[in-house]
Each structure stands twice: as C-alpha cells, then as structure tokens.
C-alpha cells in the first residue's frame, strides 16, 4: 500500500536533501580552494567551480526555505564576475563567503531581517583599484538592468566612488532582494522586459519596507521628454553617458549618501 507524506513531511524532506546537496557542494568548494592554495588548480578552474557553484546556491536557497543562502550565493557570484586571477585577498575573501553559506546551511532557524541584513553586509567587496587612493563608504547601492555593457561601466564608476554595488538583471528578483535586504539607493534602468523601471520604482514604493528607500530611474531620454513626467515625486532621474557623473553627483547629495 502506497504512503504518501504530509506537506510538512515533503517539506522536511526536502530541507534535510537540500542540507545534504549543500553540504556536498560546500565540500567542493572548499576543497577547490585548497587545492588552488596548494597550486594544484589553476585560478580559472577555481574561478569556475565557484561561480558555478554560488549560481547552484542562489537558484536553490529560496526554493527549499534558505532565503539568506540564495542572498549570500548571489553576492559571491557579484564578487566572481569578471575576476580572471586570485590573489591572496581574493582567496581569502572567497572563503568568507563559503563558510558564511555553510554557517546558514546549518542553522535550525533561518536569520529574520536585521540579522540577514548585518550578514549581507559584512561580505567581502572587490573593488578594481587599491581602496587607499577611494574613500569607502558604508552605502550599497542595488543596480537594476538587464544590459551587462551598462552593469559593467556603471558598476565600475559606482565602486569608484566608493560605493557598495550589488547589480541584478531581473527586476521581478529584484523585489525580493530588496525587501530581504534593503539597500541605501534603487538605480534602475527605464527600459526592462517583463517590468519597467518606472513600475518597480512604483511597486517598491508601496511597499512599508523600502519605502523610504531613495531611488532613481537610469535613461538616455532627455528631461524633458514626455515619458518622464510620469515619475513619481522624489524619484530621481540619472542619464547615461556624459550626465551622468553630474546626474549621479546631485543625487548623492539630495540624499546625503557621501
């Protein structure tokens, strides 16, 4: 006679498979890096392993009840993008970010707000330059756009100025990651598939949690253009290309985010 679990039955089963995959995956993350410690993997395999292994993590968390698993697996894959070699800080700042999952992965009680908020941001930042010559600042900024050419140019020019960025290409994700950990500032792109930037500035403004959030839409229109004057009051505008430090600059300063 067939038996058929109860939800809760399914749900602890799958919860005790995802721990298992996880720990599993942690092993070989860890044992990767130590390999690459030893010199016996070169930076672009440990490069790989990782990164394929933090997008593993930020699809599953979620899914099987480990919200801050998916935030930190997301971050790590933030922190790998674009990384070619690993030097001695990298390596160590990469072993942050496993043994902060391994830390949740094996917690009875997932953290509620403040505390997933206090892990998000103690991880590790890489920045592209020594970060005695730029004054770094406690300010994260969430870039919301589905083009990699302006994730990179703006990624980079934010983290210039000494800013935290966490870039997500799916506006609908980007909800979630904002309400789960709300950022000091909202940039996002005008035109997006699926959702535009002028809804998920709308819809996150609705919302208790992000409120207060300061936010601004990132478009080549002009100012003047018609499609600008549905922006909501307090929302900023920054252009791309050759306004946007200035555009970028007033923001920071209506906002006193530096």
């Known amino acids: 006679m067939a038996s058929y679990l109860s939800t809760d039955d399914l749900e ?33 395999e440990t490069i790989g392993v990782l990164r394929l292994e933090a997008h593993n993590f930020k699809g599953m968390g979620t899914s099987f009840g480990y919200p801050t698993v998916s935030l930190v ?20 700042d990469a072993q942050i970010f496993i043994d902060r999952i391994s830390e949740l992965v094996d917690r009875a009680e997932q953290p509620l707000l403040a505390e997933t908020n206090r892990i998000i941001r103690a991880l590790p930042v890489r920045y592209e330059f020594q970060v005695t010559d730029v004054e770094v600042r406690n300010v994260e900024i969430m870039l919301v756009t589905p083009s990699k050419v302006v994730a990179k140019k703006l990624g980079t020019e934010l983290a210039a100025c000494g800013f935290r960025t966490m870039t997500v290409t799916d506006p609908i994700e980007s909800i979630s990651l904002a309400v789960r950990v709300p950022p000091d500032m909202v940039i996002a792109s005008m035109v997006m598939d699926g959702l535009s930037g002028l809804d998920l500035i709308r819809g996150l403004r609705a919302m208790s949690v992000t409120h207060q959030v300061p936010m601004a839409l990132l478009t080549s229109l002009n100012l003047d253009h018609p499609s600008l004057k549905e922006i909501p009051h307090g929302v900023s505008v920054i252009r791309v290309g050759e306004h946007f430090g200035d555009d970028f600059a007033a923001v920071v300063a209506k906002h006193n985010l530096g």
Do not use: C, P
């Open 73 to 92: 697996a997301h971050r790590l894959e933030d922190y790998l993008s674009g990384l070619k070699r690993l030097d001695e800080k990298q390596l160590i």
């Open 12 to 44: 602890d089963r799958l919860r005790m498979e995802f721990v298992d995959d996880a720990r599993d995956r942690l092993e070989l993350m860890n044992a990767t890096l130590a390999d690459r410690v030893k010199g016996q993997r070169s930076d672009v």
